[in-house]
């Protein structure tokens, strides 16, 4: 892999990422909310970032953007003209090709409308803003849950070894909801322990890798008849939700449950 990517932590929870490689200091910035940060690496490893990529047009996506073109001159790549800066809009199954990494675009509508993930096949990275987030999902803001749902398999049917970097460090909580709220799990009390020290070894989660999302990842599994079995026995979960629900009640029930835990 020619590409290397530095993880750039902005407000509470969010993550930015910048892409580089070193041979020619090359680099793409993803969803910058802070400008300062990533200036600052950029400048300390005296990387010319050539683009932006933005999955969508929540403020602490896109906040960053302005700063980040007052300094440099590059593309800004997103799926709407009303993101400010925008100067290449992009959509479902675009390619965009930079020298040392090159990108897919896929339309993943649920969270926002115009929501778009970046996928490199030949890299193993998914850049997935609030779509998918490491054992969860983005909120539905602005679709259905059925554009959502869709929009999950379609990173679903993606290698077990992509590697995905997220928008968000929600992975402890969302962990946190499936054992305690969806399945039964004997060791959970160490599961938890494990990831809680992992994130603060690493000082993130980031990135997580796909194949393992698709076992555990409630959000991944609507339509599994397993993972239902078990959602549908578990004592918090008793005549609520049948096994035999549709695929879309399965989300949406997870969703709703996740929304108020
Ligand atoms: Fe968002």
Redesign the pocket.
Known sequence: MNAKVEIVKQLVDNYSYIIYEKKNCLGIIVDPSEEEPIIQFLEKNYIKPVAILAT?H?T??ISGIKGIKKKFSLQVFSPSKSISGTTNVVTEGQKINFNFVNFEVIATPG??LDHIVYYSKKDKILLS??TIFSYGC?RV?EGTNEQMLNSLNKIKNLPDDTMVYC?HEYTYKNLEFVLDEIIYREDKKIVKQKCKEMISKKGSSMPFDLGHQKHWNPFLNCNDIYYRQEISDFHKNKGEIASDASELEFFTYIREKRNGF
């Open positions: 969508h929540h602490d996506h969270h926002t803003g609030d983005g803001f928008g």
